[in-house]
C-alpha cells in the first residue's frame, strides 16, 4: 500500500538559514507524483511545489527545491533563506495515476516548521 | 485566493444530525477532491470527482457520501452524525492528467464541522 512517512513532527531553524524537511515514501507504481504543501496558523493549504517521477530534473519553484531521489524513495523539501513567514506545517503528498483522470493522493503526517528570529 | 469556494465556512451540529458541505472549483477544472483534516487522524483523502463521474475513492465511510454536479460542483453529504467527525473538510480542484496542465491541486479554505 502507498505511504508517506514524514519523522520529523517537528523542526526549528534560524531565520536566512536553509532547512530542509524530509519526505520518504512507499508505491509499487512506476508513475506517480510528489507534493509539498504549507499551513500556515490560519488553515489554508498553499501548495509548494510537485515533482514527477518521470521528471529528469529536480524540480525549483522560488526558495523552494525538491531533492528527488528516486532509487531511495525520498522527496526532501529544502526550504533556502528562512523567513518568519515560513513558520507552518508542511505535508509532503503523493499521487497515484494509474490512468487519466484517476487521482488518489495520500499525505504524510506533517512536519511542523518554527523559524527563529 | 485559490479560486475554490468552499461553503459554510463554520457547521456546528449535534450527534446522528445530517450535513451538507458545499464545493465550487475553479473555473476550468474538471476534478473535485475532498479531504478530512482531524487532530487524530491528519489529512485524509476521502474521495475524487472527475466531470461528474466517481473516480478515486480513500478513507471515505458509508455514512458519507458525494457528488458533483453538471456544472462541476460538487457536495459531500454526511449522515449519522458522530463527536469522530469534527474535522476541517477541505476540497480542492484541479485538472487531472491527460487533460491537461495537472501538477497542482487548489485546495478551498474548509470547513469546519463541529459535531457536539
Known amino acids: 500500500a502507498q505511504k508517506i512517512t514524514q519523522t520529523q513532527p517537528g523542526m526549528f531553524v534560524q531565520e536566512k538559514e536553509a532547512v530542509t524537511l524530509d519526505c520518504t515514501y512507499d508505491?509499487?507504481?512506476?508513475?506517480?507524483?510528489l507534493f509539498w504543501y504549507k499551513q500556515p496558523s490560519s488553515g489554508e493549504m498553499i501548495f509548494l511545489i510537485y515533482?514527477?517521477?518521470?521528471?529528469?530534473q529536480n524540480a525549483t519553484e522560488g526558495r523552494y527545491s525538491l531533492n528527488f531521489q528516486k532509487a531511495r524513495k525520498s522527496a526532501n523539501l529544502v526550504i533556502s533563506a528562512s523567513q518568519l513567514g515560513d513558520s507552518a506545517m508542511y505535508f509532503c503528498?503523493?499521487?497515484?495515476?494509474?490512468?487519466?483522470?484517476?487521482?488518489?493522493?495520500?499525505f504524510g503526517p506533517g512536519t511542523s516548521l518554527s523559524v527563529i528570529p | 485566493d485559490s479560486g475554490v469556494t468552499q461553503t459554510p465556512k463554520h457547521l456546528i451540529t449535534a450527534t446522528g444530525q445530517r450535513v451538507t458541505l458545499r464545493c465550487s472549483p475553479r473555473?476550468?477544472?474538471?476534478?473535485v477532491y475532498w479531504y478530512q483534516q482531524s487532530l487524530d487522524q491528519g489529512l485524509q483523502f476521502l474521495i475524487q470527482?472527475?466531470?461528474?463521474?466517481?473516480?478515486a475513492k480513500g478513507n471515505i465511510l458509508e455514512r458519507f457520501s458525494a457528488q458533483q454536479f453538471p456544472d462541476l460542483h460538487s457536495e459531500l453529504n454526511l449522515s449519522s452524525l458522530e463527536l469522530g467527525d469534527s474535522a476541517l473538510y477541505f476540497c480542492?480542484?484541479?485538472?487531472?492528467?491527460?487533460?491537461?496542465?495537472?501538477?497542482?491541486?487548489?485546495f478551498g479554505p474548509g470547513t469546519r464541522l463541529t459535531v457536539l
Open positions: 480542492a480542484s484541479s485538472v487531472p492528467r491527460g487533460t491537461g496542465s495537472y501538477n497542482e491541486q487548489f
Open positions: 508505491t509499487s507504481d512506476p508513475s506517480y507524483g
Open positions: 515533482q514527477g517521477s518521470y521528471d529528469q
Open positions: 503528498a503523493m499521487r497515484e495515476h494509474r490512468e487519466t483522470s484517476y487521482d488518489k493522493v495520500i
Open positions: 473555473s476550468g477544472d474538471l476534478s
Open positions: 470527482y472527475y466531470n461528474g463521474e466517481e473516480r
